[in-house]
């Protein structure tokens, strides 16, 4: 079996960033990802730029192509003499009392802990939480999502502008919200549309249900030409995916088994947090591995780490279902209040769509905050996570 890259792309923290390029991941400057110099807010209908924000004072953000992003991850991974790497080895099911995984092979893998990271399908999931807890529920949003290499660009300034320029663009209208961003050094155009879902389609959760052409333009209808000179450009069949609510785990372990990311906590799009809320977990958990000496240690340590996490991706999870409801105001007296505040906030680069934000969602020590959990557990204390 081959390994293989997929997805679009994503846009990065500058606090997982770092992340990524001091466990070696990443290199200083690599130009697989890109910084950012800020976002351009504009009006669905013309296009007209009502918030220009530069970056954060906290750093840039970046923007990678997800497949470029697995690649340079298992690249890593075969650097370390310690990682095997298994294909064609999917889990079917889980042995709590061995600590120990069933293949669809027949096989068998055992050890002292295993990390679920496996995602919004996760396998281990329903076998951790209560069945409530894995039952999610449409959104009523989709996400088309286009890609487009440069030669398609290429002889329209106005595409290309997208496309060179080191900043998201972003549409904000009834019901839907549009944002576009280079990638790959400036060599693809990734787009992502999100609009209510018709659940024509497609039914279910999935990363490969397209439709055709026409139904982008029809549920943009009206909107910039610039955006339909984008979806002009896209292949007969677009990909759309259906977005679901998936509820908070209420519990993360259970015996030497711990969830991580999307298996525990799957976020809408929103604040682009999936992929950073996904490292701080990698970061917590590694703090409270580090610290301890037996195997007895275990279950205090994932106690604290899901502790020190938990309440935290919760707020995010809840914060990014209500950020849909600024972006998708129909035209009107809220929309145009939301305007006035956010091109006011601009002339005096504070704008608090995107800025104070960031801040709050950036500034957080995951790793100090699992360690003071642990450490609290061992006192007997109670563990209190704003």
């Not at 894995?134 to 996400?143: H, I, M, T, W």
């Amino acid at each position: 079996m081959q390994l293989l890259s997929a997805g679009a792309g994503v846009v990065i923290p500058p606090t997982t960033l770092s992340w990524f390029q001091s466990e070696g991941i990443l290199l200083p400057n690599d130009p697989i990802c890109m910084p950012l110099e800020g976002f351009d807010i504009s009006r669905w209908n013309n296009g007209e730029v009502i918030v220009r924000t530069p970056a954060n004072p906290l750093g840039k953000q970046s923007t990678l192509h997800r497949g470029d992003l697995q690649l340079a991850l298992l690249a890593r991974a075969r650097q370390m003499e310690n990682i095997t790497i298994k294909l064609n080895s999917r889990v079917v099911n889980v042995d709590f009392n061995e600590t120990s995984v069933l293949l669809e092979t027949g096989g068998k893998v055992a050890g002292d802990l295993i990390i679920a990271a496996d995602g919004v399908k996760s396998t281990f999931k329903p076998r951790i939480c209560p069945p409530e807890a894995g039952k999610a529920q449409p959104s009523g949003e989709a996400a088309f999502r286009i890609m487009l290499p440069r030669e398609a660009l290429e002889g329209d300034d106005e595409l290309m502008g997208l496309l060179q320029q080191p900043r998201v663009k972003r549409w904000d209208g009834p019901d839907c919200h549009v944002v576009a961003y280079p990638v790959r050094n400036h060599e693809l155009l990734n787009v992502v549309l999100i609009h209510l879902d018709d659940g024509r389609d497609h039914a279910e959760e999935s990363w490969t249900s397209a439709s055709e052409k026409q139904h982008v333009f029809n549920c943009f209808q009206g909107w910039d030409p610039l955006l339909h000179k984008i979806i002009d450009l896209a292949p007969a069949e677009v990909l759309n995916f259906r977005m679901f609510l998936h509820p908070a785990s209420p519990v993360w372990t259970k015996g030497s088994v711990v969830l991580l990311g999307d298996a525990c906590h799957a976020m809408l799009p929103y604040l682009g947090q999936g992929v950073a809320q996904a490292i701080e977990d990698v970061t917590a958990i590694a703090a409270v591995l580090s610290v301890i000496k037996t195997r007895e240690d275990l279950p205090l340590a994932l106690q604290a780490y899901e502790t020190s996490r938990k309440h935290r991706v919760e707020q995010i999870q809840a914060a990014a279902y209500r950020a849909r409801d600024q972006l998708h105001l129909k035209d009107g007296e809220a929309q145009a209040a939301r305007d006035r505040e956010r091109a006011a906030a601009s002339k005096e680069n504070q704008n608090t769509d995107v800025i104070k934000m960031q801040q709050v969602y950036w500034v957080w020590d995951a790793a100090q905050a699992a360690e003071k959990a642990l450490l609290d557990l061992r006192k007997g204390e109670q563990v209190c996570v704003s």
